[in-house]
């Protein structure tokens, strides 16, 4: 048995997830996806949208991954692979050249990651949307009904 494995935070579950994980597990027989911690995502500046427990959840329930375990620290990797007896290491091509060290004992593939798709993208995009909704719950209906007739004059000028 060919025995793939991967790491990730996997917040804000997305397309560009789904084919990463689809292709590490075309890479062998059997997927193992690490889980990065709330304190681990921590310890390297990351705030998740979604706590641990749910986040390890969601990754059990795609298809694509056979066993979820925890990633509390970089240097598991090399004990992963030997414990799990790990055949391919991979990750997205973000990170290229980043764990060739773990050559030695496996094979390693960089993933071409999906285009246009990032979890910082979303967050970013709800964190835009929260900034508005917060400036639009500030501005009392009146206001809203003035700067609507405002703007339709503008719009009939033309």
């Known amino acids: 048995m060919k025995k793939v494995i991967t790491y990730g935070t996997y917040d804000l579950l997305h397309i560009g997830h ?3 994980l689809r292709r590490a597990r075309e ?9 990065s911690t709330d304190e681990f995502n921590e310890g390297k500046g990351k705030k998740t ?24 620290s ?24 980043k764990f060739d060290f773990l050559k030695p004992l496996c094979e390693v593939v960089y993933l071409e990651r999906t285009k246009h798709i990032s979890s910082t993208q979303l967050k970013a995009e709800l964190s835009r949307l929260q900034a508005v909704h917060g400036v639009l719950d500030k501005i009392s209906r009146n206001d809203l009904k003035d700067m609507i007739t405002i703007l339709d004059r503008i719009v009939n000028l033309k």
Do not use: C
């Open 27 to 35: 890479l062998g027989d059997h997927l193992t996806v690490a889980v």
């Open 49 to 72: 949208v979604l706590p641990f427990p749910e986040r390890m959840e969601i990754v059990k329930s795609i298809r694509y991954v056979d066993e979820v375990i925890p990633e509390t």
């Open 74 to 97: 970089w240097e598991q990797k090399e004990g992963d692979i030997r414990n799990y007896q790990i055949n391919v290491f991979t990750m997205g091509d973000d990170w290229a050249g």
């Open 18 to 20: 789904i084919n990463l």
